[in-house]
């Protein structure tokens, strides 16, 4: 397929740009350097200075290395959004060690077997969840585990006040064997002197993917993955300068999405970055006041959340000067609401936990296409193949294909699945799993994922057409369509609704309204009202979620 997305750059992008081969831990200490007093992290008021993230990282590198962890250990974390967390990472880097990023959600079943599958030998978690985890530890390979606590870099008065306000939250490190205050490692040990430099095609980071719908994949990203994508990102957003910036951490940074454009893109270039445990639209509303943040990264629920947030106007959020929408599709009434309150250009993008996750945005300063994920990012490639067959490439503008992506962002593969990597990756192309199109102006859509779409009455239906239109319903807030058995169909639509506070509504009148707005066979046969949708950690609503549980329904109704 040609390259006719590279007309459509902004001005100021290049099609091309020369990788810096400049691992994590390096990027963070020539930061340091050349911005030492520079804000790094903001947490809850407390400032953090690149020379003093740096020096902690080193003092927790060295402290690793001291409790035995070794080159090519794997180090796991199970923290939200706070300062440990970035501590954690980049010490764990500096140290040699692999990193494998896990969800503080997730179940000790869920846990226990990532922890097994990435090889975990020391866990740093967050204090609330250290008691499971001990107990945990008899069945997986983790023998020490550093505790975490949110009150350690609270500003004065809120620590001396959280334990009052948390009642009922753990806060006191068990006295076991091999756990360790996070803090009081800090404190002991020096800066590692000789910190360790991996290669640059080593793994850095696991991160598990496909928990939702079965055992999840631990996806091996190197530091060139990782660096590769930071800097693609950075030509993309040209508009952003070195030193300036300031991002809302929000998304969280055990997924990719927030790992890359929100934690590392800070690092790389010296922006600095406010962390949100839990995102909620009040906090980060608060903070782009607050802190006069100036770009957001964030998924369509938070943007959805903002706008329909009823005390938005109070909010100065003028300062944004760019935001970035991905992890699952951005419906159309989102973007023109948002940016008609905020006058903030949304850039929609597109990637996986395999591409780290950027692979295509629309481009910020350019001509940007709502409803599509925009145009491949410099030193990225894109077609679109036959869903059945591979080798048959589709070259035709607006006919849909399997989206294929190749470039340095591509993960190295799935740990421990060497057949699950051989399925995925072809010839260094990345086999994504969505049906997308191309218009003639190498603006790619995606029209549904491959697995995701409905057959009805020999009909092909891409739920996300019918999302749209539920969305746009002034009474809805969140919608998701999905297909139900039916006998005589094969399946039928099935919409979950979310109503907006205070309002009402009857499966008939959305019927209805779908009518007015989609062709017959789209319209939905069932509506069901729900107080909320079942979403990922990052915010993606999650429809296989909403399958089991309509089949779960299913099968306790009475014959």
Avoid at 366 to 375: M, Q
Avoid at 526 to 549: N, T
Wanted: include cysteine.
């Amino acid at each position: 397929m040609d390259k006719i997305w590279l007309k459509s750059y902004a001005p100021e992008v290049p099609a091309h740009i020369d990788i810096e081969k400049i691992n994590p831990p390096e990027a963070l200490a020539r930061t340091a350097k050349r911005y030492p007093e520079n804000t790094a992290l903001i947490f809850q008021g407390t400032k953090i200075s690149f020379r003093k993230l740096d020096d902690m990282v080193s003092r927790f590198a060295a402290a690793l290395v001291d409790l035995g962890v070794k080159p090519g250990d794997t180090v796991a974390t199970l923290l939200p959004n706070i300062v440990q967390m970035v501590v954690a990472i980049y010490g764990a880097l500096r140290a040699g060690a692999l990193v494998a990023l896990n969800n503080p959600l997730y179940t000790n079943r869920e846990l226990e077997h990532q922890y097994n599958d990435s090889g975990s030998t020391l866990l740093v978690c967050l204090d609330v969840l250290v008691p499971r985890m001990s107990a945990l530890r008899s069945q997986t390979k983790i023998t020490k585990i550093i505790s975490c606590h949110i009150r350690d870099y609270l500003p004065f008065p809120l620590k001396q006040l959280f334990p009052y306000v948390k009642k009922g939250m753990h806060l006191n490190t068990p006295n076991e064997r091999d756990i360790f205050e996070f803090t009081d490692l800090i404190k002991k040990y020096p800066p590692i002197k000789n910190p360790y430099r991996s290669n640059w095609e080593d793994t850095a980071l696991l991160l598990y993917t496909g928990g939702t719908t079965g055992v999840s994949k631990g996806v091996q990203l190197t530091n060139s993955n990782l660096s590769s994508n930071v800097q693609q990102c950075r030509a993309w957003f040209h508009a952003f300068n070195d030193g300036d910036e300031t991002v809302v951490g929000c998304l969280p940074f055990f997924h990719s999405f927030g790992l890359t454009t929100a934690m590392n893109i800070a690092i790389y270039y010296a922006y600095t970055n406010i962390l949100i445990p839990k995102p909620e639209p009040k906090a980060i509303l608060e903070a782009i006041q607050k802190f006069k943040a100036t770009y957001i990264p964030a998924v369509p629920t938070l943007y959805n959340g903002m706008i329909n947030f009823p005390d938005l106007k109070k909010y100065d959020i003028s300062t944004i000067r760019g935001c970035f929408s991905g992890g699952a599709p951005l419906p159309l009434e989102t973007i023109r609401k948002f940016e008609e309150l905020t006058g903030a250009q949304i850039c929609e993008g597109f990637g996986l936990t395999e591409t780290t996750p950027v692979a295509t945005i629309n481009p910020l300063g350019g001509n940007r296409k709502p409803g599509s994920i925009g145009l491949p990012i410099p030193n990225t490639e894109a077609k679109l193949v036959d869903v059945d067959d591979y080798h048959k490439e589709i070259t035709e503008v607006n006919q849909p294909g399997e989206l294929c992506i190749k470039g340095p962002q591509v993960m190295k593969g799935y740990i421990n699945r060497p057949e699950e990597t051989e399925i995925a990756l072809r010839d260094g192309w990345l086999l994504t799993g969505d049906i997308a199109v191309m218009d003639e102006e190498g603006y790619f859509s995606i029209v549904d994922r491959k697995k995701d779409m409905i057959i009805s009455g020999g009909f092909n239906i891409y739920p996300r057409d019918v999302d749209e239109v539920l969305f746009a319903h002034p009474k809805i807030v969140e919608a998701c369509a999905i297909g139900v058995p039916d006998t005589y169909s094969g399946e039928r639509i099935k919409a979950y609704v979310v109503l907006k506070p205070g309002e009402t509504a009857t499966p008939i009148e959305i019927i209805d309204y779908c009518k007015v707005n989609l062709v017959k066979y789209k319209v939905p046969k069932y509506v069901e009202f729900v107080s909320e949708l079942p979403k990922s950690a990052v915010g993606k609503i999650l429809r296989k979620e909403l399958k089991r549980m309509d089949q779960e329904q299913s099968v306790k109704k009475p014959d």
